[in-house]
Each structure stands twice: as C-alpha cells, then as structure tokens.
C-alpha cells in the first residue's frame, strides 16, 4: 500500500476524530485543515497509480526524497490532462473547502454554521472517492465506529437537502401552477435560485417574497446580489469582491493563493 494513500487515511481519521469531539470552534477548524489534506493526498494517490511520477513539480530534475511535489492545483489539472478529470459536482466540493482552508491558512478562521455542510460533502467525497476510484475498502482501514459517523453526517445532509427541494417545490408550485416538474428543473418564468451567504447552498430566490428567501435555510435572508462580481452578499458585511464594503480591510484577495 503505498505511503501517500496511509497519509490520506491518517489525516481522515483524525479529521473524523476532530469532528466528532465537539461542535466548536477550535473541533470545526481543525476538521477543515485535516479534511483538506487527506482530500489532496487521496487525489495525490490516484496520480501516483497511475505514475509515480506524476507526483513531483519538476520531473525533469533528478528526483530525490526531498523533491517537491505538486499541491491541490497541480493535482487537479494533471488529473484533467490525463482523462481522469473530476465531475462537476466533485469538483464543487473540492472548492468550497479548500475556500474554507484558505481562509483559515491565510486569515483567520470565521466559525460558521455551513461549515457543517463543507464537511459533510468532503465525507462524501472521500467515500465516493476512495471506494469508487481509488478501489479501496475504508472499512479496513477506519474503525467502523468513525465510518458509520460520517455516514450518517452524510445522509443527514442529503435528507436536509431532499426537504430544502421539497420545500422550493411545493413553494414553486403555488407561484407557477401551471409548472410540470416532472417536465422542467424550474418553471420557465421563474429567473433561477441563488447560492445562500449563509449556508452557501443554492436555495436563496430574490425578488418574490418581501425579504429573501433561503428554502435551505427555510428563514429569510438580509442579502442582496452583487451588480460588480454576480455573488450574493450578506448586507450587513458587503461583498467579498468589495462592493459595498468599509473601505478599510477586504480579505477577498487571500483565497486567490492555492
Ligand atoms: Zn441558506
Ligand atoms: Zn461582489
């Protein structure tokens, strides 16, 4: 088994130990950091199947032990070039936590509740990643205690997500009776759902309630959409990109670095 795959296992198990401690501050943090780490090794381990080589930065420099190795960047892109690229959704996951990461590496960290749903969708990841494409069996490397708890982390994400669909639908249905969803993903009429600055999840709408509305969140939400860069903001803080900032302090350039 090789050394890179072990190190993805060690850093998810104390990752799953870290988040299953307490719902903290400092738990929280450190899940993200762990988290991250074992998802950039597990990707790191499918270029070293498929070449040991793929793993090094400059492989046309003699490679020795202290040779330097690509980061999540690198990794991704190689992954691309050689027909092993990500699904789009996959690929989502891998960017909001390595958002998170960031944030933390560069900044500081901000506690926040979506970060439970980050989480969340990295243990899907991994287990998606690790049985599905890297053909491995966690069970014989996790104990199955931490395997059932991100299990049910997981489904207990998906569950939350099916009602936030159930909830948007039977909402839509009274807005546009005349909507099939069996037929369309959103009536025709309807613009679209925006991603949440609270839970970060795509089930904020604007413009049809007297507040907006998040169906993830099932509450409304003081945010409003950027006319600079297209996100949504919370009002109260201002957008990343800046608009409607303090001038003093924006912290959008840190999560440019990898
Ligand atoms: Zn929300
Ligand atoms: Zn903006």
Not at 80 to 94: F, Q, S, V, Y
Not at 161 to 187: G, S, T, V
Request: proline content about 3%.
């Amino acid at each position: 088994m090789s050394e890179i795959y072990l190190n993805a296992v060690d850093s998810l198990r104390i990752g799953i130990d870290f988040f299953l401690k307490e719902r903290s501050y400092s738990s929280r943090k450190h899940t993200i950091l762990t988290l991250f780490h074992s998802i950039e090794l597990f990707l790191k381990e499918r270029l070293h199947q498929e070449n040991r080589l793929l793993i090094y930065r400059d492989i046309d420099a003699k490679i020795t032990e202290d040779s330097s190795t690509v980061g999540i960047r690198e990794i991704l892109a190689r992954l691309d070039n050689i027909g092993l690229g990500l699904p789009k959704d996959e690929r989502g996951i891998i960017e909001k936590i390595q958002k998170r990461r960031n944030r933390i590496e560069h900044h500081r960290y901000d506690h926040k509740e979506a970060d439970d749903i980050v989480i969340a969708d990295s243990f899907k990841f991994i287990l998606f990643f690790a049985e599905g494409v890297l053909k491995k069996d966690l069970a014989s490397d996790i104990d199955l205690e931490s395997l059932r708890a991100i299990r049910r982390a997981v489904f207990e994400r998906n569950e939350l997500d099916a009602i936030a669909h159930w909830r948007f639908d039977e909402w839509a249905k009274k807005q546009w009776p005349e909507w099939n969803p069996e037929n369309e993903d959103i009536p025709e009429e309807f613009s679209g759902t925006l991603d949440c600055p609270i839970c970060t999840e795509s089930y904020l709408v604007i413009g049809y309630h007297d507040k907006p509305f998040c169906f993830h969140c099932n509450t409304t939400i003081d945010a409003a959409d950027c006319p600079e860069c297209g996100r949504t903001f919370l009002v109260d803080e201002g957008c990343g990109c800046g608009y409607g900032e303090q001038p003093q302090g924006t912290d959008a350039d840190d999560l440019s670095n990898d």
